[in-house]
């Protein structure tokens, strides 16, 4: 997956799994710029590269189609678009205004498509691909952050039609993440602890590392994925066990050649 050569964009590509992102671009040679309203605390760099910092508020559609023309000018090239933009605070539905949650579907969902748009005309002449960064929050109830999983819904649905759309010269791919283990993980899932026992919950047993992500994306990004298109790709650890099988009872006794809760001769 040698990526020497080529240009990527990564959207809020200064900490978290955005910096997992274009460090991972940076490792596979990838000339790398991150984008975010302010400038990282330190640079993102990795095994002695650096990626370029240009700030940007992707909520102007002006300024985004001015600064994916200034980096195909400077650079030469425009290969891949990471979306990668985007979160959102813990709110139930009924504690704030319809305005507030629109501005989380905006930041999540519209602010990927201004992107996506202004970056076309580029990747067109590259031949290149889209990443969108997803969630599991898109594909299962998403209590407390409702708006942003709705978002992230769309998010997927809009990377398929995309992918459709602007075929054959651009690919259109999407990765569904679950939980990643950021530097501000102690928020969402608490610390010490806390933080161990969400990760039992997830199948392989711990959250997800950005540079995990990181090389999901660049393998979608890279020669290897050429006719992935339109695809999800779950980088979820395995997702969530369901609910039931905690409390059910009727085979926490059952033989250990026979799956729990599942009934002798059901041929499913």
Known sequence: MELTGKAVVVTGGTRGVGAGIAKAFLAAGADVVVCARRPPDTPVEHAGRTAEFRPLDLRDPGAVRAFFAAVAADIGRLDTLVNNAGGTPYRLLEESEAERHARVVELNLTAPLTASLAARPHLRRARGSVVMIGSVSG??????????????????SLARSMAVEWAPEVRVNTLVLGMVATELSALHYGDGEGLARVGATVPLGRLAEPGEVGAAAVFLASASASYISGASLLVHGGGESPAFLAAATVNQGAPADRPPNKPEGDGR
């Open 139 to 156: 594909t299962r109830p998403s209590p407390g952050t409702a708006a942003y999983g709705a978002a992230k819904a769309g998010l997927e």
